[in-house]
């Protein structure tokens, strides 16, 4: 494992000319249907593309800070058919993942859908913490949000961390945020992202704004890069990755690129 990235100084002065906006002042913690925008760059350009937008969004601070851990747990049948569904270009598809919130002390079990229009909307519950086998309670909830899935067949598959340092517009309508420290674990194997970061843009509708005329404007391009998909793909040489071998190979670029 690479060591953990910290902030430079550099992104450190470009973050400390935003204003900041509690987590606990929004209706939501997150966007429950969306269109998601995702944009692989190295995190050594983050600062050159939040220059210039600091009328425009505010950084969201949880509990303080405004860095947030995420701990995410997957979970997939055991023939893996989130995964492949995924890999195989079905366009409606689902996740069902535990997620939580170190800085707020916050836990939800989730189920991720995307639909054939290009949205995703999430359902989920408030939990104590991440525990499996699932609960009667979180069975039921399973039962009633998952598409075509018996919940009882569910196994841990990978817990994947990071961090993120969140954005909102004035009226809420769009989010995007910029996750580092990427890591994922499968059992005693370890991979992880090094300097590559993920710029996530959600909107309430796919359009132009201040943030996606930058990265154009910078010629960042946008990708799938789905967290799970590729960390899963990295840790089981065994599962078909054909799909994401450009998505990969993109990564692999970022991470060898070198701070100007």
Not at 156 to 164: A, G, L, T, V, W
Request: glycine share 4%; charged share 35%; proline share 4%.
């Amino acid at each position: 494992m690479s060591e953990t990235l910290s902030i430079s100084e550099d992104l450190q002065k470009v973050l400390n000319k935003f204003e900041r906006i509690e987590l606990t002042d929004l209706r939501d913690g997150a966007q429950m249907e969306r269109i998601d925008r995702k944009y692989p760059v190295h995190i050594s350009r983050i600062p050159e593309v939040l220059r210039g937008l600091e009328s425009e969004y505010k950084i969201v601070r949880a509990a303080g800070s405004v860095v947030s851990p995420y701990d995410t747990w997957y979970m997939d049948t055991p023939e893996l058919k989130f995964y492949r569904i995924h890999h195989d270009g079905f366009l409606n598809r689902d996740k069902v993942r535990y997620r939580a919130y170190p800085r707020t002390r916050t836990t939800f079990l989730e189920v991720k859908r995307k639909n054939n229009k290009g949205r995703t909307s999430k359902a989920r519950i408030l939990c104590n913490s991440m525990v499996y086998p699932f609960s009667p309670d979180k069975l039921k909830f399973l039962e009633e949000n998952m598409q075509g899935f018996d919940p009882q067949v569910l196994r841990p598959s990978i817990f994947i961390k990071y961090d993120r340092i969140a954005f909102i517009n004035p009226n809420g309508k769009e989010r995007f945020s910029i996750d580092f420290n990427i890591s994922a674990q499968i059992d005693d194997k370890t991979t992880n992202f090094g300097e590559a970061v993920i710029l996530e843009v959600m909107q309430d509708r796919r359009h132009t704004s201040p943030i996606i005329s930058r990265l154009r404007e910078l010629r960042l391009r946008e990708a799938s890069m789905s967290k799970y998909c590729l960390t899963m793909s990295l840790l089981n040489k065994d599962l078909k990755s054909n799909l994401f071998k450009r998505d990969l190979r993109k990564l692999e670029k970022i991470m060898n690129e070198k701070d100007e």
